[in-house]
């Protein structure tokens, strides 16, 4: 017998978003090369890449602020094309620019946004009370936008993104500006809203940023070079990161290290290069640790340090892709508007 639907098993919910084969060409370049995911509701999704690696043309695409080229996107099921009107009233949205009005007090900001979604009178009242005691702003409502300190300025934003109830926060490049205590302000509040149920997307390049997320898309020149969890990402690497920065000349000592250590050259292309640190050479080796005496008494004299430390992001980034989030091949060259 088929369950009765009124007391059956519930459906599982659909997923928060599905992108597909999504494209996106500017006359200069591709954007986006045929990039597909899944978002999970209630979880904290986020897109780690350099600058011009295509996250500000998702977060727009996203956003429905740009039709997609080619493919498509869905969130909750409506597309982002077709459906935009129905994806925006799901969605909100904190830009990387600040979008509050500073000659305005927090209150009025958010009366102000709330009058744009139709709402007014006693249901925006208490919906701005709601969210001045969620993002701890009730005792900054009557304060001038333009005295509050950037973390601050960042809270009203993103209680302006919420006024109208939205099932999904997309954010760009949020801890953009911030101090490190603003920063991790900013991450305390992100965490509280994934654990009431909110789902949270954001764009970043911060490493530090990226590890606070339950899953993320590293992107690299508009391709998806790696997806998971940051400790499944990083449990690629295998064993430690040794970083030796040498004395004399680099490429003489990076001959010399492979020749007298001919294992580290029977490793993968990725394992022995010019690491993120300028000036360093970068391996991965397992119990690096044992291996460290070994190398420094192999070269007195020519070795100016040696770090070993376990594989962080962007050790990950480098192995896909053979370059740093911050090297001169991730700066922005064309295309995007803002990076």
């Not at 949205?93 to 709330?114: A, C, I, K, M």
């Not at 920063?183 to 965490?191: F, I, Q, V």
Request: glycine share 12%.
């Amino acid at each position: 017998m088929e369950p009765n639907r009124a007391t059956g098993p519930a459906a599982d919910p659909p997923p928060a978003v599905v992108a597909d084969e999504l494209t996106f060409t500017y006359p200069e370049r591709v954007a986006l090369d045929g990039i597909s995911f899944r978002v999970e509701p209630g979880s904290l999704f986020g897109f780690l890449g350099p600058n011009g690696g295509g996250k500000t043309t998702l977060f727009r695409i996203l956003a429905t602020l740009l039709p997609p080229g080619g493919g498509s996107v869905r969130i909750f099921g409506d597309d982002v094309r077709s459906a935009a009107a129905a994806v925006r009233r799901r969605l909100g949205v904190v830009f990387q620019s600040p979008s509050l009005d500073l000659e305005l007090t927090v209150r009025e900001n958010l009366v102000h946004q709330g009058r744009l979604y139709g709402l007014g009178g006693r249901h925006l009242a208490e919906r701005i009370d709601d969210g001045l005691e969620r993002l701890g702003l009730t005792e900054r409502a009557g304060e001038i936008a333009k005295t509050l300190s950037g973390g601050l300025r960042r809270r009203a934003e993103i209680a302006k993104s919420l006024l109208h109830r939205p099932e999904v926060l997309l954010l760009d490049e949020p801890s953009t500006g911030l101090d490190p205590g603003a920063r991790r302000d900013l991450w305390r509040t992100l965490d509280e809203l994934r654990r009431g149920g909110m789902t949270v997307l954001l764009t970043t390049h911060f490493i530090e940023e990226a590890e606070g997320c339950d899953r993320l898309l590293l992107l690299d020149r508009g391709r998806i070079v790696a997806e998971g969890s940051p400790a499944e990402l990083e449990s690629e690497i295998g064993g430690d990161v040794v970083r030796v920065v040498p004395r004399d000349d680099i490429e003489a000592f990076r001959r010399d290290l492979a020749e007298r250590f001919p294992e580290l050259g029977r490793m993968p292309a990725e394992g022995l290069h010019g690491g993120a640190d300028e000036g360093a050479i970068r391996f991965e080796l397992a119990d690096a640790h044992r291996f460290v005496a070994r190398l420094a008494e192999a070269f007195p004299g020519r070795i100016e340090s040696i770090t070993v430390a376990r594989p962080t992001l962007e050790d990950v980034f480098l192995r896909h892709t053979g370059h740093g989030l911050y090297g001169e091949e991730s700066q922005e060259g064309l295309g995007e508007t803002s990076r």
